[in-house]
């Protein structure tokens, strides 16, 4: 299992100002953790309680759905494409990148076993849209596009172009090469993907998309490129029963939620720093960003009142942000709590040469990177508390599919505990459907003209 460490956050280590008494917290929050970790369980099967998601690790028949697939079209693409922004992508980049080799779309086809390469279009800058189309050969592209509204003009504008230029290059053979991830019954793409003929996959109700990963939003792709998805399953599984213990002195995700909820509000760390101790779950910080950010950054609490909070979150990564960001949070303001995630066994050892001993770098021959990495990562564990600055560690015994599941699981069950405690709806986002629906109206759709003479107004007001 992972493990956290949250000894730095003690005021026995960085000192009382800014420091807590971890141990009498826990004791006093004992019962609120009960409350509310039996009350998550006990409605995450009512409709309209956006808490599917904790049941996904056990949805057999799409992992049997998923599986079928993937066998059925291995062999016959080189490229996934996978269209998507936000939950829709950002989940299953984490997941890729961190599961695959490294740099899996450069390897060879006998390197990746014959696997196809997986490229993401999560955003709609036309350069790199452009770039990216000119360089793959479409007809040897298996596109999935995913949204559960089906709606989602970046999403939807993505699939408009492939679509149009795989019907030009494979005439009707065309729809062999989507696969469709929507909602089960309503939203233009599933009217589309029915109409079309394409093979779909269904986003459940009550998922949000930061909360989709461990759906066929995620799923499908992985399987496509190889990557075992009963071990992720096992993984979710095996964290699901841990954190369902209503201990808060055994269970890490109420552990870190309340550590961090405790932390902004009384100690003045509004800002969350995510800094994985590997390039390859560099995108995990991405994912957590989302998901910390739009479930706990809410105008209005339960109720009612206006509370304007959640905390920010910031994505790095070590060692290489020790060299841009470290003397910001060791010397500038003390606002934050920093989250170190910790690999203790990488999937390779590369040894440094013992060369130049007569020089100041002669210190390092005969160590490995592997060493200097973990190096790296305590000493500025270290170097954080003798500046007072509050740290957690987490710690995965190596990367593969059951430990990030874990990882990944932990995390969505720690951001719905933090919710409970800030007391806000941690699953709605009206910030972003405001910006949405002003997207519909400038670019014309039918139904927002009153708005998009509105917000036409605003902007010449600016």
């Given at each position: ?5 949250y000894?730095s956050?003690d ?31 006990q ?11 904790m049941?996904l ?29 936000g939950g ?11 599961l ?29 849209i ?30 408009m172009i ?31 993907a ?6 779909t ?13 461990f ?60 800094m ?14 989302q998901?910390?950010?739009?479930s ?30 470290i003397?910001l ?7 934050k ?21 007569y ?38 015994p190596?990367?593969?599919g ?18 409970e405690?800030?007391?806000?709806d ?37």
């Amino acid at each position: 299992m992972i493990r956290l460490d949250y000894r730095s956050v003690d005021s026995n280590i960085i000192g009382n100002e800014h420091g807590l008494n971890i141990q009498e917290e826990f004791a006093n929050y004992k019962d609120t953790i009960i409350r509310i970790i039996a009350d998550l369980n006990q409605r995450k099967d009512k409709p309209g309680q956006w808490l599917q998601w904790m049941n996904l690790g056990y949805n057999e028949e799409t992992v049997w759905y998923v599986k079928e697939y993937a066998s059925m079209v291995e062999g016959r693409f080189d490229n996934i494409l996978v269209l998507g922004i936000g939950g829709s992508a950002l989940g299953g980049l984490a997941v890729t990148e961190a599961l695959l080799k490294p740099y899996w779309n450069f390897l060879t086809p006998e390197q990746r076993n014959n696997f196809p390469r997986i490229f993401f279009l999560d955003n709609i800058d036309p350069d790199s849209i452009n770039g990216l189309l000119e360089t793959l050969d479409l007809k040897k592209t298996l596109v999935n596009v995913i949204t559960k509204s089906g709606s989602t003009a970046e999403t939807m504008a993505q699939y408009m172009i492939v679509k149009d230029k795989l019907e030009q290059e494979l005439g009707d053979d065309y729809r062999k090469n989507i696969v469709a991830t929507t909602d089960k019954q309503t939203g233009v793409l599933r009217q589309l993907a029915d109409q079309e003929g394409y093979k779909t996959f269904v986003v459940p109700d009550d998922v949000g998309g930061r909360f989709s990963v461990f759906s066929a939003v995620g799923l499908l792709p992985f399987a496509l490129v190889g990557i075992d998805i009963d071990e992720i399953i096992q993984g979710i599984k095996d964290m699901d029963l841990a954190l369902k213990n209503t201990d808060i002195f055994e269970n890490i995700a109420a552990q870190n939620a309340l550590i961090h909820y405790l932390m902004d509000t009384k100690k003045g760390k509004n800002i969350s720093v995510m800094m994985p101790y590997s390039s390859r779950l560099k995108y995990i910080s991405d994912w957590y960003v989302q998901l910390w950010a739009e479930s706990l950054g809410k105008a209005y609490n339960n109720n009612g009142e206006v509370v304007h909070i959640g905390p920010t979150p910031v994505k790095a990564v070590g060692a290489t942000d020790q060299h841009s960001q470290i003397q910001l949070y060791n010397e500038g303001p003390n606002n934050k709590i920093i989250n170190f995630i910790r690999v203790e066994k990488f999937d390779t050892i590369l040894e440094i040469p013992k060369i130049f001993e007569y020089t100041g770098i002669g210190y390092l021959g005969g160590k490995t990177v592997n060493d200097l990495m973990n190096a790296e990562a305590d000493s500025t564990r270290v170097s954080l508390a003798d500046y007072s600055r509050p740290t957690i560690t987490i710690t995965l015994p190596e990367i593969n599919g059951y430990n990030i599941a874990q990882l990944l699981y932990m995390f969505e069950v720690q951001t719905a505990i933090a919710g409970e405690l800030y007391n806000i709806d941690t699953f709605n986002q009206p910030g972003v459907e405001q910006a949405k629906n002003y997207t519909y109206a400038l670019m014309g759709r039918s139904g927002y003209e009153e708005s998009a003479t509105e917000i036409q107004n605003k902007m010449f007001a600016v």
